[in-house]
C-alpha cells in the first residue's frame, strides 16, 4: 500500500516554517502540552472566526501567538474587547507576559485549513458530499490555485459501509519540495458518526527565498575596482 508522508512535516526548514518556535533546556514536555492544548482550545473557542493555524513563540518568559484567521474582526472585537479577554483568559493561565498577533487571511479559499473547515461544516449541515467537494474545488481554482485534492471517508450519505472519495483538479506534485502544498484536515460530526476531510492545495512553486538566498551567498564584497 502507498505510504503517505504529511506535506508539511515533508517541507520543514525548505519552505515551510515550524508552528513551534522556541527552546529550553529544562521542562521540554511541559511546554510541549501547554502548546498542543493552547491551540486546540484556541481552535475550539474561535471556531466562528475561521482560524487557519496557530503559531507559538515563547521569547524569554513571554508568550506570543501569531493567530493566522479569515475574519480577524470576531478575535479582536469591538474596541479590541474581545482580544484583551483572551490575552488575560491565557496569561492567568499560563503565568507568562502574552502577546497575541493577528494576521488576515486573504484568499480563504486558498488556505487548505479553511476549505476542509468549510466542506466539513456543510456536510454537518447535510449537504451532499460531491456538491461540497465540487464547490470547494471550483472556488479554489477560480481564485488562482494551480491545484487541489479534496478527500472525504466515513459513512458518506449514511451509507453502513464507509468508503473514501476523492476529487483532484489541477496538478499536485507532492513529492516536488519547492512546490508550495498546503494540507488541512477536519472532521464533520454527522447523525451517523465522524466524516474526516482532507485538503491538499498546490500554489505553486516557491523559488524567491532560496534565489535571494544564493544571491547573498555569492555577491562578492569589492573594496576596489578589482576583485579576485
Same mark, same amino acid.
Given at each position: 500500500?502507498?505510504?503517505?508522508?504529511?506535506?508539511?512535516?515533508?517541507?520543514?526548514?525548505?519552505?515551510?516554517?515550524?508552528?513551534?518556535?522556541?527552546?529550553?533546556?529544562?521542562?521540554?514536555?511541559? $511546554?510541549?502540552? &501547554?502548546?498542543?492544548? *493552547?491551540?486546540? /482550545?484556541? @481552535?475550539?473557542?474561535?471556531?466562528? =472566526?475561521?482560524?487557519? %493555524? #496557530?503559531?507559538?513563540?515563547?521569547?524569554?518568559?513571554?508568550?506570543?501567538?501569531?493567530?493566522?484567521?479569515?475574519?480577524?474582526?470576531?478575535?479582536?472585537?469591538?474596541?479590541?474587547?474581545?482580544?484583551?479577554?483572551?490575552?488575560?483568559?491565557?496569561?492567568?493561565?499560563?503565568?507568562?507576559?502574552?502577546?497575541?498577533?493577528?494576521?488576515?487571511?486573504?484568499?480563504?479559499?486558498?488556505?487548505?485549513? $479553511?476549505?476542509? &473547515?468549510?466542506?466539513? *461544516?456543510?456536510? /454537518?449541515? @447535510?449537504?451532499?458530499?460531491?456538491? =461540497?467537494?465540487?464547490? %470547494? #474545488?471550483?472556488?479554489?481554482?477560480?481564485?488562482?490555485?494551480?491545484?487541489?485534492?479534496?478527500?472525504?471517508?466515513?459513512?458518506?450519505?449514511?451509507?453502513?459501509?464507509?468508503?473514501?472519495?476523492?476529487?483532484?483538479?489541477?496538478?499536485?506534485?507532492?513529492?516536488?519540495?519547492?512546490?508550495?502544498?498546503?494540507?488541512?484536515?477536519?472532521?464533520?460530526?454527522?447523525?451517523?458518526?465522524?466524516?474526516?476531510?482532507?485538503?491538499?492545495?498546490?500554489?505553486?512553486?516557491?523559488?524567491?527565498?532560496?534565489?535571494?538566498?544564493?544571491?547573498?551567498?555569492?555577491?562578492?564584497?569589492?573594496?576596489?575596482?578589482?576583485?579576485?
Amino acid at each position: 500500500m502507498g505510504q503517505k508522508v504529511h506535506p508539511y512535516g515533508f517541507r520543514l526548514g525548505i519552505n515551510k516554517p515550524w508552528k513551534s518556535r522556541w527552546f529550553v533546556e529544562r521542562g521540554y514536555d511541559k $511546554l510541549l502540552v &501547554e502548546d498542543v492544548k *493552547l491551540k486546540a /482550545e484556541l @481552535r475550539e473557542k474561535l471556531k466562528a =472566526a475561521g482560524v487557519s %493555524s #496557530v503559531e507559538v513563540e515563547r521569547p524569554g518568559n513571554k508568550l506570543r501567538l501569531i493567530i493566522r484567521t479569515a475574519r480577524p474582526g470576531i478575535i479582536i472585537g469591538r474596541k479590541g474587547a474581545e482580544i484583551d479577554k483572551l490575552k488575560a483568559d491565557i496569561q492567568k493561565r499560563t503565568s507568562r507576559e502574552v502577546f497575541i498577533d493577528i494576521l488576515e487571511v486573504n484568499k480563504p479559499e486558498l488556505d487548505a485549513q $479553511l476549505v476542509s &473547515e468549510a466542506i466539513a *461544516l456543510q456536510l /454537518e449541515k @447535510r449537504v451532499s458530499f460531491r456538491r =461540497a467537494m465540487r464547490k %470547494s #474545488v471550483d472556488s479554489a481554482l477560480r481564485f488562482g490555485c494551480k491545484g487541489i485534492k479534496v478527500r472525504v471517508s466515513g459513512r458518506l450519505n449514511g451509507n453502513e459501509i464507509a468508503r473514501s472519495e476523492w476529487y483532484l483538479q489541477g496538478r499536485l506534485p507532492l513529492h516536488t519540495l519547492r512546490a508550495d502544498i498546503d494540507y488541512g484536515f477536519s472532521e464533520a460530526h454527522t447523525t451517523y458518526g465522524i466524516i474526516g476531510v482532507k485538503t491538499w492545495v498546490y500554489r505553486g512553486d516557491i523559488y524567491e527565498a532560496r534565489k535571494r538566498r544564493d544571491q547573498g551567498a555569492s555577491t562578492p564584497v569589492t573594496t576596489g575596482a578589482f576583485t579576485a
